[in-house]
């Protein structure tokens, strides 16, 4: 399946940055990373260059007015044999018009940060031990035996946090992050959470942590029943809404473009 338990000496093997304290670590070979900063720019030029692909920047739509048929806000008409009405954090507005007040997504803030260039490569991604509390997949006898044994840490455990980190393609880390549900959300970001994810990078890197250059809160939409990735329904004559992948949305893009476009017999 691509998964292996290594030990700390062969995790440092995979990954020489991680120079600190860990008992094990659980290596996936098919680990990758994406950078959404030129990879979407990427897309959309490759795109562009088939000359099968239109991008209308700046635009919002408004209203269905027909089968396979929106209206924006500019007033333009657009017709195709599928609409899909990929929304994004959005719930409200056209949204709730077209899904109902019952639509089974809910919205997500977190808090991430960047750091200047760590100075060596890091290898693979890193994710601590609080993943195993966060994603419902690793529900089990053992989890709550690791609850019990090593309660969570109290920072960790208000914020609903784990530790994600990968670097960037100019060589800093991207480390998050923290969960948020109950509205409405906070428009300030909150110390705590980046202290304690200082702290655990430290202990898994076995140095200080680069300067932190960007700080940021985000939003995005999660299937209630977390065990789904995506929720698809169709609101219309031809007509559908895609939303709530969770923070899956740029890597799992792809692969929900493909299953959506299966189920639509494309």
């Not at 599928?82 to 899904?99: K, N």
């Not at 208000?158 to 670097?167: A, C, D, G, S, W």
């Given at each position: 399946l691509g998964y292996k338990l290594l030990t700390a000496e062969e995790a440092r093997a995979l990954n020489p940055a991680l120079r600190g304290t860990f008992t094990a670590a659980l290596w996936c070979e098919r680990d990758a990373a994406v950078e959404p900063r030129t990879a979407q720019l990427a897309l959309k030029e490759e795109l562009l260059a088939s000359g099968r692909y239109t991008f209308l920047g700046g635009r919002e739509v408004r209203d269905v007015i027909g089968a396979a048929s929106v209206r924006d806000d500019h007033g333009d008409?657009?017709?195709?044999?599928?609409?899909?009405?990929?929304?994004?954090?959005?719930?409200?507005?056209?949204?709730?018009?077209?899904?109902?007040?019952?639509?089974?997504?809910?919205?997500?803030?977190l808090q991430m940060m960047q750091t200047d260039p760590l100075g060596e490569p890091l290898t693979t991604s890193v994710a601590d031990a609080d993943s195993f509390r966060y994603y419902p997949a690793y529900r089990s006898e053992a989890l709550d035996a690791l609850n019990t044994q090593q309660p969570q840490d109290p920072v960790?455990?208000?914020?609903?946090?784990?530790?994600?980190?990968?670097?960037?393609?100019?060589?800093g880390l991207t480390i998050g992050d923290t969960h948020e549900y109950e509205h409405p959300f906070a428009f300030d970001t909150v110390e705590e959470p980046y202290e304690h994810l200082t702290r655990v990078v430290e202990t898994f890197l076995g140095r200080p942590l680069p300067r932190i250059r960007h700080r940021w809160a985000g939003v995005y939409a999660q299937c209630t029943d977390t065990s789904r990735v995506v929720h698809r329904q169709q609101v219309g004559d031809g007509v559908w809404v895609i939303t709530g992948p969770g923070g899956r949305g740029m890597t799992c893009s792809p692969a929900i473009a493909e299953t959506t476009a299966d189920q639509l017999g494309w």
């Open positions: 008409v657009h017709r195709g044999d599928a609409v899909i009405l990929a929304t994004g954090a959005w719930l409200g507005g056209l949204v709730r018009e077209l899904a109902g007040p019952e639509l089974p997504v809910r919205r997500v803030r960790a455990a208000e914020h609903r946090m784990q530790l994600l980190m990968v670097q960037r393609s100019d060589g």
